[in-house]
C-alpha cells in the first residue's frame, strides 16, 4: 500500500502557463515533505521542502502548498519553462529526515 | 564541493550471479541511502547506514545486503541476481541534523 502517491503519472503544460504538481499521503506521524526534479540519466535534484508546520514554502518560481487535514501537497511551478520538463517526484519523511517515502512521480511536459 | 559519486554507471550482468554497486557521499556527509527507481514504483528505498551501522531498512529480500566504511563510502550487493532486479540503483546521502538528501546519478543495472 503506497504511503505516498501521486495520482497524475504525466501533465502537459504550455509554456508561460502555471503547471500544478499534487501528491497525497496517508501516514499523518509525516512531519517533513520535500519535491524532487529527475531528469532522464541522472539522479533526482532537490526542488523544495516543507516542514509540517507550516502551509506554504516559496523558492522562486516554485511554490509548495501543504494542507495537513487533506493530506495533500502540491507543487506550483510558474511560469513554466521547456527546462521544467522532467519527472517530479513527492518525498515525505519522518523522525526529521529518517524514512524517506517517494511517490512514483509525474512526468511533467512543458510545452513550447 | 564534489557531489554524491557512483560506480559503475551501468552494469549488465546474467541471472544468478552477484554485483556491488559503489557510492561515495558528499564530503561531510555520514548518511548514505540505498534506492531502487523501476517504471511505475517510483523510488523504493532499500537501506539507510550512518556511521557504519545500518539505521534503516525497507522491505527487500536478504539478496540485498549493504556496508558502509569509516570513510562513510558505501556499498550494495544483490546476490543470486533476478531479472526483475533491472532498476536505476540510487545513491543518497545527507548531511547530520538536515532533512535533505542528495542523489547521484545511479548506476542502471540490467540482467539479463
Known amino acids: 500500500d503506497q504511503q505516498v502517491k501521486q495520482n497524475s503519472p504525466s501533465l502537459s503544460v504550455q509554456e508561460g502557463r502555471i503547471s500544478i504538481l499534487n501528491c497525497d499521503y496517508t501516514?499523518?506521524?509525516?512531519?517533513?515533505f520535500l519535491w524532487y526534479k529527475k531528469y532522464p540519466a541522472e539522479g533526482p535534484t532537490f526542488l523544495i521542502s516543507?516542514?509540517?508546520?507550516?502551509d506554504k514554502n516559496e523558492d522562486g518560481r516554485f511554490t509548495v502548498f501543504l494542507n495537513k487535514s487533506a493530506k495533500h501537497l502540491s507543487l506550483h511551478i510558474v511560469p513554466s519553462q521547456p527546462g521544467d520538463s522532467a519527472v517530479y517526484f513527492c518525498?515525505?519523511?519522518?523522525?526529521?529526515?529518517?524514512?524517506?517515502?517517494f511517490g512514483p512521480g509525474t512526468r511533467l511536459s512543458v510545452l513550447p | 564541493k564534489a557531489g554524491v559519486t557512483q560506480t559503475p554507471r551501468y552494469l549488465i550482468k546474467t541471472r544468478g550471479q552477484q554485483v556491488t554497486l559503489s557510492c561515495s557521499p558528499i564530503?561531510?556527509?555520514?548518511?548514505v541511502s540505498w534506492y531502487q527507481q523501476t517504471p511505475g514504483q517510483g523510488l523504493q528505498f532499500l537501506f539507510e547506514y550512518f556511521s557504519e551501522t545500518q539505521r534503516n531498512k525497507g522491505n527487500f529480500p536478504g539478496r540485498f545486503s549493504g556496508r558502509q566504511f569509516s570513510n562513510s563510502r558505501s556499498e550494495m550487493n544483490v546476490s543470486t541476481l533476478e531479472l526483475g532486479d533491472s532498476a536505476l540503483y540510487l545513491c543518497?546521502?545527507?548531511?547530520?541534523?538536515?532533512?535533505?538528501?542528495?542523489f547521484g546519478p545511479g548506476t542502471r543495472l540490467t540482467v539479463l
Open positions: 516543507i516542514s509540517s508546520i507550516k
Open positions: 543518497a546521502s545527507r548531511a547530520r541534523g538536515t532533512d535533505t538528501q542528495y
Open positions: 564530503s561531510g556527509h555520514r548518511s
Open positions: 518525498a515525505a519523511s519522518f523522525s526529521h529526515g529518517q524514512n524517506f517515502v
Open positions: 501516514n499523518s506521524m509525516f512531519d517533513y
